[in-house]
C-alpha cells in the first residue's frame, strides 16, 4: 500500500480563484481529516469525515468546504482563494473517526496564491 | 479551548546526550496526546501515545495531569534522532474530532 496520497504535490492559484485537492486514504481506511500548515506552525484542523458524513469541522469559513465519496477519497474545496490561504494542506486517514485512532498523513499538497 | 504548547522552536543537543521535549497543553475534557514526528523529507507519522504508555526508538512520555504535561525524554540522543516533533491532543464532542497540534520543536542533535 503507497499509504495516504495527495494530487496535486503543488499549486498555484490567484486570489480570487477556486481550487479543488484531492486525497486518497489508506485502503481500509473510512475516516478522511483536512489540516493546514502554515510555514513555521503545526497542522491546523479543517474537517473531519466518516462514512461520508462530516465528523467535525475546525475554525475555518465556510469558503473552505470537503466531501468524502462511496470509495472514501476525499475533496476539499477552498473558494475565493486569499493571500493567507497558501500553506500546505496535509490529509490524513484513520480506521475510524475520533480521537483515539491513529491517523496517517499524506505527503501534502502546497498551495501558493499569488 | 484546546491548546497546545510547545515553548522550543529549537532544540540542540549533543549526541549522547538527555533530551527533552517539551509539551503543555489545556483542556477541560479527558486529554489524549500524541507525539508526531516528522524526519527529513518523510510525512508526519505517530511516534507515540499516551494511552499505549509504549517506549519508541527510546522515546518516553508521561502524562501529569496536575501539570498538565506531557514531555517527550529519550535518555541518549542519536543523530537519526534530528527531526521536527510535534505534540498533538485529541479533543471530541461539539462537532470537532481532530487533532489540535503545537508550533513544533526542531530537534537537531549534533555529532
Known amino acids: 500500500d503507497a499509504g495516504v496520497t495527495q494530487s496535486p504535490t503543488h499549486l498555484i492559484k490567484t486570489r480570487g480563484q477556486q481550487v479543488t485537492l484531492r486525497c486518497s486514504p489508506i485502503?481500509?481506511?473510512?475516516?478522511v481529516s483536512w489540516y493546514q500548515q502554515v510555514l513555521g506552525q503545526g497542522p491546523q484542523f479543517i474537517f473531519q469525515?466518516?462514512?461520508?458524513?462530516?465528523?467535525g469541522r475546525g475554525n475555518f469559513p465556510d469558503r473552505f468546504s470537503a466531501r468524502q465519496f462511496p470509495n472514501y477519497s476525499s475533496e476539499l474545496n477552498v473558494n475565493a482563494l486569499l493571500l493567507g490561504d497558501s500553506a500546505l494542506y496535509l490529509c490524513?486517514?484513520?480506521?475510524?473517526?475520533?480521537?483515539?485512532?491513529?491517523?496517517?498523513f499524506g505527503p501534502g499538497t502546497r498551495l501558493t496564491v499569488t | 479551548a484546546q491548546r497546545v504548547t510547545q515553548p522550543e522552536k529549537l532544540l540542540s543537543v549533543f549526541k549522547g546526550a538527555p533530551v527533552e521535549l517539551k509539551c503543555n497543553y489545556s483542556?477541560?475534557?479527558?486529554?489524549?496526546l500524541f507525539w508526531y514526528v516528522q524526519y527529513s523529507r518523510q510525512r508526519l507519522q505517530l511516534l507515540l501515545r499516551?494511552?499505549s504508555r509504549e517506549s519508541i526508538k527510546g522515546f518516553t512520555a508521561d502524562l501529569n495531569k496536575g501539570e498538565t504535561s506531557f514531555h517527550l525524554k529519550k535518555p541518549f540522543a542519536q543523530e537519526e534522532d534530528s527531526a521536527m516533533y510535534y505534540c498533538?491532543?485529541?479533543?471530541?464532542?461539539?462537532?470537532?474530532?481532530?487533532?489540535?497540534f503545537g508550533k513544533g520543536t526542531h530537534l537537531i542533535i549534533q555529532p
Open positions: 490524513a486517514s484513520s480506521v475510524l473517526a475520533g480521537g483515539p485512532y491513529e491517523q496517517y
Open positions: 485502503s481500509g481506511h473510512k475516516s
Open positions: 469525515y466518516y462514512e461520508k458524513e462530516e465528523r
Open positions: 483542556y477541560s475534557g479527558s486529554p489524549e
Open positions: 499516551h494511552i
Open positions: 498533538a491532543l485529541a479533543y471530541s464532542g461539539g462537532g470537532a474530532d481532530g487533532l489540535t
